[in-house]
């Protein structure tokens, strides 16, 4: 077994990942190696459900690292609006770009589409990678750590954990998570609706959670239907045809009858909170050290700052300091209390939402109207939803 020497080794080559090699490849003159237990993404298909909504801190990252402007508006299209309102009560949000001083809310990126972009760019960068590499055991010592592949074994001075939130590097660390699952299922499809979406994302509040429309090109929309245990087992079970009805009544008619462009896929909802992010030798970034709830879309905008505040401060350090506990303590305490906050809010929202007592939805929706009237109480909301 070969023995490789690199001063950062990153696991897990998904959005966060793979962005975050070519930032320190760029930035930094460190060796960079990046594993990934798959087999590099193909070409997409055009029929990908899955999209996540980008403000500008995570396009500015993709910028940087030279893949935004490869996203074609087929799979990155920017939004000018998001309207949310509740079924239960007659509470309405709007937020528009015009009143942020931006020119967009942010981009619905096709995310397998620019985890292919990112890489297929890191493949041709100075990154040492290996893909399809299986991991099999990670001991941390006084100077760095080690990594043991089916193909080698890694002396680095930092592990970074970027593999999700079941993260093996996690679980090998013995860093102990928190998850709490919410007994809800992510439905994802691709859709066309018979009004425009007019260049908003559109999310109800039901009391089985939301549903949240997010516009791409050629008027069609991802769609992300959070819905308790029970109604999404009875939603994935019915036909096409009468999903899409089913789709359309939740939507209170808003957008016209619905069609669907693509297969259903669902994914369990839960919170994932890493106790620490950092210890001698590593560092968890993006779902490794936090999962949220999707009503928001915030978790891949959060996985872009972790990756931005860590990048920053490894560009500091001389080779020596990567994996030392002074710098980076410095990390979390940049990036735990954000994302704890963040994680917070979501799963506050969604128990005000399943609340359906005629008081409280009254109270709602006179908070929702309240918000709505206050361009400094919406302004700060949309910031939120930008990812600022």
Excluded at 220 to 227: K, T
Aim: charged share 20%.
């Amino acid at each position: 077994m070969r023995n490789i020497r690199s001063d950062i080794v990153i696991v897990g080559a998904g959005l966060i990942g793979s962005a975050l090699a070519l930032w320190l490849a760029k930035y930094t003159n460190f060796s960079i190696s990046l594993v990934e237990r798959n087999e590099p993404l193909s070409q997409p298909r055009d029929g990908n459900q899955r999209v996540v909504a980008l403000g500008a801190l995570a396009t500015d990252f993709l910028q940087d690292v030279g893949v935004f402007a490869t996203l074609g508006e087929h799979h990155c299209y920017p939004y000018q609006k998001m309207f949310v309102w509740d079924e239960s009560s007659d509470g309405e949000l709007c937020f528009d770009a015009g009143n942020t001083g931006h020119a967009s809310l942010g981009h619905m990126i096709d995310s397998q589409e620019c985890t292919y972009q990112l890489q297929q760019t890191v493949i041709n960068s100075r990154v040492d990678c290996h893909f399809g590499a299986q991991a099999n055991a990670l001991d941390f010592h006084q100077t760095g750590a080690k990594l043991e592949l089916d193909s080698g074994c890694f002396d680095a001075k930092l592990v970074i954990a970027a593999d999700g939130n079941r993260s093996w590097v996690r679980q090998q660390a013995k860093v102990f998570a928190n998850r709490h699952g919410y007994n809800q299922r992510g439905i994802v499809t691709k859709i066309e609706t018979q009004k425009p979406h007019l260049e908003c994302a559109w999310q109800c509040f039901l009391s089985t959670g939301p549903i949240g429309i997010l516009p791409l090109s050629n008027n069609q929309s991802s769609i992300v239907w959070s819905a308790d245990n029970v109604l999404a087992e009875r939603l994935l079970g019915l036909s096409d045809q009468e999903f899409s009805l089913e789709l359309s009544r939740a939507l209170q008619g808003r957008l016209g009858s619905v069609k669907l462009l693509s297969e259903r896929l669902d994914f369990p909802l839960a919170s994932v909170r890493a106790e620490r992010y950092y210890k001698r030798g590593l560092a968890l970034v993006g779902d490794a050290a936090h999962s949220i709830h999707p009503l928001a879309g915030q978790g891949a905008n959060l996985g872009f700052k972790d990756a931005r505040v860590l990048g920053e401060l490894l560009a500091t350090a001389n080779q020596n300091e990567l994996g030392c506990p002074r710098l980076l303590s410095v990390y979390e305490r940049k990036r735990q209390p954000d994302n704890n906050q963040t994680d917070s809010l979501m799963s506050a929202l969604h128990q005000a939402y399943k609340f359906d007592l005629p008081i409280w939805m009254l109270a709602r929706g006179l908070g929702m109207n309240l918000i709505n009237t206050s361009d400094v109480l919406r302004n700060a909301l949309a910031r939120q939803a930008m990812g600022l």
